[in-house]
């Protein structure tokens, strides 16, 4: 049975690995509620494969979690963090992965293991071993943005080859990893972003087109783009007005892709709307179905990053003793992957 981070800490019976963590104690803001704190990591379970952690990547999510708006989540204290990288310390019996491995993966921070921290179990159906091409810290932002993305473009909307990609957010961590898988598909893509560094972030990063949604007029300039006909799929991490305004320019047999509520809140569907010009919506959770699928989804996804379609768009890398700064900075993220260098040895 899977301990949990608190029955681990009286657990010294079993202890194998002890070092610091993040955990946020208290909802609010993440200067006051986030702690380091001495852990105990226990023997993995099978299913969970234990690492010394190098690099862990960040997203709004941290934000939403310190905040107390995470719908998964229940009260603290848990450990943050929701993907991380390193080296393989401990495996259970049977594990596909040895000790020594070099990894990525999702953490379990739904039973309160997170990914700041000196060392954290990923879940085994969601790590792969580091593709030779990625750095430590390419690879600490990798999993949980482009697996939204999969889960959004490819089992969800689906998004086709010639098809035209309308990305939200598309200078964030999986509005960024949207914009590559979306080509990598063979998709048009028009990335969204709110400042000029922005949107040469995400034409660095290959985005086809680029439009401003504070200073252009969204609508109209996606029309520009798809000679009137609109955006087959739009990618929406956002929600709130931009995503409202975004859908003015969707096409017929259109599908909004309902990823995330960065702006605060959900965009507002209207059924009418819906059924008079012909489009819907889907929601996306990134979660595991069966391992098979699952391991199809990472074969997937390590082959595209072995072949250098798809590479994490790293920004700022903070160092570990910034973890509670950088969560606060969440909520006005800059261009690109926030990923903090946990160890570098
Ligand atoms: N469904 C799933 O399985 C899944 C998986 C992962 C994440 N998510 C959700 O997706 C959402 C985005 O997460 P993320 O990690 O991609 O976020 P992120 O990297 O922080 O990017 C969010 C983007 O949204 C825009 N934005 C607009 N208003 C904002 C506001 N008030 N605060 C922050 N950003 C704002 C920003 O772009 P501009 O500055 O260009 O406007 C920013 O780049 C979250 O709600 C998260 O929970 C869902």
């Given at each position: 049975?899977?301990?949990?981070?608190?029955?681990?800490?009286?657990?010294?019976?079993r202890?194998m690995?002890?070092?610091?963590?993040?955990?946020?104690?208290?909802?609010?803001?993440?200067?006051?509620?986030?702690?380091?704190?001495?852990?105990?990591?226990p023997e993995p379970e099978?299913?969970?494969?234990l690492?010394?952690?190098?690099?862990?990547?960040?997203?709004?999510?941290?934000?939403?979690?310190?905040?107390?708006?995470?719908?998964?989540?229940?009260?603290?204290?848990?450990?943050?963090?929701?993907?991380?990288?390193?080296?393989?310390?401990a495996?259970p019996?049977?594990?596909?992965?040895?000790?020594?491995?070099?990894?990525?993966?999702?953490?379990?921070?739904?039973?309160?293991?997170?990914?700041?921290?000196?060392?954290?179990?990923?879940?085994?159906?969601?790590?792969?071993?580091?593709?030779?091409?990625?750095?430590?810290?390419?690879?600490?932002?990798?999993?949980?943005?482009?697996?939204?993305?999969?889960?959004?473009?490819?089992?969800?909307?689906?998004?086709?080859?010639?098809?035209?990609?309308?990305?939200?957010?598309?200078?964030?961590?999986?509005?960024?990893?949207?914009?590559?898988?979306?080509?990598?598909?063979?998709?048009?893509?028009?990335?969204?972003?709110?400042?000029?560094?922005?949107?040469?972030?995400?034409?660095?990063?290959?985005?086809?087109?680029?439009?401003?949604?504070?200073?252009?007029?969204?609508?109209?300039?996606?029309?520009?783009?798809?000679?009137?006909?609109?955006?087959?799929?739009?990618?929406?991490?956002?929600?709130?007005?931009?995503?409202?305004?975004?859908?003015?320019?969707?096409?017929?047999?259109?599908?909004?892709?309902?990823?995330?509520?960065?702006?605060?809140?959900?965009?507002?569907?209207?059924?009418?709307?819906?059924?008079?010009?012909?489009?819907?919506?889907?929601?996306?959770?990134?979660?595991?179905?069966?391992?098979?699928?699952?391991?199809?989804?990472?074969?997937?996804?390590?082959?595209?990053?072995?072949?250098?379609?798809?590479?994490?768009?790293?920004?700022?890398?903070?160092?570990?003793?910034?973890?509670?700064?950088?969560?606060?900075?969440?909520?006005?993220?800059?261009?690109?992957?926030?990923?903090?260098?946990?160890?570098?040895?």
């Amino acid at each position: 049975m899977m301990l949990t981070p608190e029955e681990s800490i009286k657990r010294d019976d079993r202890e194998m690995y002890s070092g610091r963590a993040w955990r946020l104690v208290r909802f609010g803001s993440p200067v006051d509620s986030i702690e380091l704190q001495q852990m105990i990591w226990p023997e993995p379970e099978p299913g969970q494969v234990l690492i010394r952690v190098r690099a862990a990547g960040a997203g709004y999510p941290d934000a939403m979690m310190a905040a107390g708006h995470f719908p998964l989540l229940g009260d603290p204290p848990f450990g943050l963090g929701e993907e991380a990288a390193g080296e393989v310390v401990a495996v259970p019996s049977g594990s596909r992965f040895s000790v020594g491995d070099q990894v990525t993966g999702i953490t379990g921070f739904l039973e309160g293991w997170g990914g700041y921290a000196e060392y954290t179990y990923l879940r085994e159906e969601s790590t792969i071993r580091i593709p030779a091409r990625m750095t430590t810290e390419e690879a600490g932002g990798f999993p949980i943005a482009f697996r939204t993305a999969y889960a959004g473009l490819i089992d969800r909307a689906p998004l086709e080859a010639d098809q035209v990609l309308l990305v939200l957010g598309a200078a964030g961590s999986s509005g960024g990893a949207a914009v590559q898988l979306g080509k990598a598909l063979g998709a048009t893509v028009i990335a969204v972003a709110g400042s000029r560094e922005k949107l040469d972030f995400c034409t660095r990063h290959g985005a086809d087109h680029v439009v401003n949604h504070r200073s252009d007029d969204l609508p109209v300039r996606v029309k520009e783009i798809t000679s009137d006909r609109g955006a087959d799929v739009i990618f929406d991490p956002v929600g709130g007005d931009t995503a409202s305004t975004a859908l003015q320019a969707i096409a017929r047999n259109g599908r909004v892709v309902l990823i995330g509520v960065a702006s605060g809140k959900p965009v507002a569907l209207d059924p009418m709307d819906m059924l008079l010009r012909n489009y819907s919506a889907v929601g996306v959770l990134a979660t595991p179905g069966s391992a098979a699928a699952e391991a199809v989804v990472w074969e997937r996804l390590a082959d595209l990053a072995d072949r250098g379609a798809l590479s994490t768009p790293v920004g700022r890398v903070y160092e570990f003793w910034e973890v509670p700064e950088m969560i606060a900075q969440q909520t006005a993220p800059a261009a690109g992957k926030s990923v903090v260098r946990i160890t570098s040895e």
